[in-house]
């Protein structure tokens, strides 16, 4: 559990401090997703760049006379099916990575609005109720989530 959630004293009692601990987990494997899946789109299209060179180079502008010689040339390379399968592979990791981040992102939401939307029964008492906007700020502050408000 993060230090700082632990350290709330008698703000926040111990099931509250769980469920903003799995929010604070929720939100770093979404962040962590969306890093992936950029650092995979940059790859993925930098790749096809490449390839696209390669295969413009190699294959399209000696024999750009006729259709039939531009896929003689590309089916005679090896690497040309080695460069295009690799890069098709990247596009379905891209793809892979974008689907498992929107999952994040929606579980890690989904948990953030429960929050929200508990935050009555969670801090009941009129001081605990009071205090709150210490918690929501330590969290805005240290993790950048907002309890405040749904919407993003």
């Known amino acids: 559990m993060e230090n700082s959630i632990i350290h709330l004293d008698d703000r926040t009692d111990q ?26 789109m940059i790859l993925t299209m930098g790749m096809a760049m490449l390839f696209l060179l390669y295969l413009y180079q190699t294959s399209i502008r000696p024999y750009s006379y006729s259709f039939y010689e531009i896929f003689s040339a590309f089916i005679s390379h090896s690497a040309n099916l080695y460069l295009f399968v690799f890069t098709g592979g990247l596009f379905g990791l891209m793809n892979l990575l974008r689907e498992k981040r929107d999952k994040a992102e929606k579980e890690f939401h989904a948990l953030r609005c429960e929050i929200i939307d508990k935050s009555k029964d969670l801090w009941k008492k009129e001081d605990e109720w009071k205090n709150r906007h210490i918690v929501f700020e330590m969290m805005k502050k240290k993790f950048d989530i907002n309890l405040y408000h749904e919407n993003k």
């Not at 099931?15 to 995979?40: G, I, P």
């Open 15 to 40: 099931a509250t401090k769980q469920m903003l601990n799995n929010v604070v987990k929720k939100k770093r494997k979404y962040e962590d997703f969306k890093k992936k899946h950029l650092m995979v």
